[in-house]
């Protein structure tokens, strides 16, 4: 009798994804429009300056915060929080096609950055000023939009309660508005990010569930193993500019680890247990 292919825990390969709500590709359009109509205009410098001032919270919880949006840190973030295989498809997806629209809309608008811009010592730069490369729109913003939807789409799916869903989505304004407290980036920049992650993340949760939806290894585990892995590697060797933090990139790196190190041992204990149950049904 052939063994079937084994799935991760907790993988429905044939439920259909809830649908996303209307009022979210509202608000991504609403976040991208606002930041347009800021860009270029008084207020955009005005709102840095105000975000940017010292003593909000700990230069260390900013550089936290921002940590924790780069992008393999959103393949970490999403992957581990889903025991089974939707986040990680849907992370992968946004990663890839997130990652290469705000590369190409970087080098259309050419925007520089704060710090090429206002006098010296207008600035309160946490970490390494990032100054030479193009800053509309914010890819952090993105990234952080991306985790706070797919975090939110994986508490819907599980029914989990509105106020975890509330702090998802405010956390990842926070790390969103952090870009902000850093120095790195003007307001305008973290509204269109913000609402290309949450359009992008709310269409790849849509598309995860046609990748693949029929099992088999490729859809279960192998993608989702070298998500985290991919993560652990950036985490471990990745000099992002932020001191401060690194125990928590440390951090982010074993958690991804542990992760995918439990992937690879349920898939293996799958597999010794299927041909035991094949070869007892033809008894």
């Known amino acids: 009798m052939p063994a079937h292919p084994t799935s991760a825990p907790g993988a429905r390969p044939d439920q259909a994804p809830q649908a996303i709500p209307l009022s ?70 946004a990663f890839l096609l997130g990652g290469g629209l705000s590369q190409v ?43 706070a939807t797919l975090w939110v789409c994986l508490l819907r799916r599980d029914g989990r309660s509105r106020w975890l869903q509330a702090l998802a989505w405010a956390l990842g304004a926070a790390m969103a508005f952090s870009r902000v407290a850093v120095g790195a980036h003007w307001p305008a920049d973290i509204l269109v990010g913000a609402g290309l992650g949450l359009a992008i993340a709310a269409l790849c949760w849509q598309l995860q569930a046609r990748w693949l939806r029929h099992g088999g290894w490729m859809s279960v585990w192998v993608p989702l193993v070298a998500v985290e892995l991919l993560g652990a590697l950036a985490a471990f060797t ?41 070869d007892s049904g033809t008894r």
């Not at 001032?53 to 230069?59: K, N």
């Not at 992002?240 to 958690?255: I, S």
């Open 238 to 278: 990745a000099r992002e500019g932020y001191p401060q933090v690194q125990v928590l990139q440390w951090a982010l790196g074993l958690t991804a680890l542990a992760s995918a190190g439990w992937r690879l041992a349920t898939h293996l204990g799958q597999r010794r247990y299927l041909p035991m149950t094949a």
């Open 105 to 147: 809309l970087k080098a259309w608008f050419g925007q520089p950055r704060p710090g090429l811009v206002l006098p010296e010592g207008a600035l309160h730069f946490i970490g390494n000023p990032v100054l030479h490369s193009p800053s509309m729109p914010s890819g952090h913003a993105l990234a952080a939009f991306s985790i």
């Open 24 to 93: 979210w590709w509202l608000v991504a359009l609403a976040l991208v429009v606002a930041g347009a109509l800021l860009h270029g205009s008084p207020w955009n410098q005005a709102a840095l300056l105000w975000g940017n001032s010292p003593g909000w919270l700990p230069d260390g919880v900013w550089a936290g915060l921002t940590l924790l949006a780069f992008g393999w840190a959103a393949l970490i973030l999403v992957a581990v929080a889903d025991r089974g295989v939707e986040g990680g498809r849907a992370v992968l997806l």
